[in-house]
């Protein structure tokens, strides 16, 4: 089947602009998480959404970071008033439920670079 | 706070050689612990996870870890490195109290003919 999808799959702007990474996950997929990869900080969480549940937004490096996931399927990232320390690959993952011991699927990311 | 460290960030071995990926974590609890691979501009794909079941894990395209409490390590082998399995691998464990993944800084295996 299908897996997660990104989109855009690169994506240049300038610095200062509002830019919105989308995350499709895999149908039925309950769990959907947002990472950051970065050279200096390696992969580091961003957010976490299970299904109504308030999302666990404690990776977000800023309030300039926002995420939201509409009807339990696609999740958009926003990052307002982008910097370049913002330059990174941003990967979506889901998972068919929550728990430690599942498994998470990647997307190939969103790689942004902010000039 | 757990975590995990991959020694190495750079791993070179020859075609037909063993390869062995260190992590090493560190968790007060039992963890779960995995193995992703990256292929140049892709995402991270899993290759085997470690949830109690078994010490002894195996996983996709020949490679395996052993879950070693004693040592608090997890590394990852296979008998025989192909070309193919030129890539960068990452160690994570499932953060306790919070549905997130922690990853170790990532090794880069290169394949020598």
């Known amino acids: 089947g299908a897996g997660v999808s990104q989109s855009p799959s690169n994506k240049v702007t300038e610095k200062g602009k509002d830019v919105e990474l989308r995350c499709d996950p895999i149908?039925?997929?309950?769990?959907l998480y947002w990472y950051r990869q970065s050279l200096g900080q390696g992969l580091e969480f961003l957010i976490y959404?299970?299904?109504?549940?308030?999302?666990?937004k404690s990776g977000l490096p800023s309030d300039r970071f926002s995420a939201e996931r509409t009807g339990g399927s696609v999740s958009t990232l926003t990052i307002q008033r982008t910097q370049q320390e913002d330059s990174a690959v941003y990967l979506c993952?889901?998972?068919?439920?929550?728990?430690?011991?599942?498994?998470?699927?990647f997307g190939p990311g969103t790689r942004l670079l902010v000039l | 706070a757990q975590s995990v460290t991959q020694l190495g960030s750079h791993v070179s071995v020859s075609e037909g050689a063993l390869v062995l990926l260190r992590c090493n974590y560190s968790?007060?609890?039992?963890?779960?612990l995995f193995w992703y691979v990256q292929y140049p501009n892709q995402g991270l794909q899993l290759l085997l996870k470690?949830?109690?079941?078994?010490?002894l894990v195996k996983g996709i395209n020949g490679f395996e870890a052993e879950f070693k409490k004693s040592e608090t390590s997890f590394h990852l082998t296979k008998p025989s490195a192909h070309m193919s399995d030129a890539a960068e691998y990452f160690c994570?464990?499932?953060?306790?109290?919070?549905?997130?993944?922690?990853f170790g800084q990532g090794t880069r295996l290169t394949i020598n003919p």
């Open positions: 993952a889901s998972s068919l439920m929550p728990g430690l011991q599942e498994t998470q699927y």
């Open positions: 149908s039925g997929h309950t769990a």
């Open positions: 959404f299970q299904g109504n549940s308030a999302p666990d």
């Open positions: 968790s007060s609890v039992p963890p779960y």
């Open positions: 470690y949830t109690s079941a078994a010490t």
């Open positions: 994570a464990v499932s953060l306790q109290g919070a549905q997130k993944l922690v």
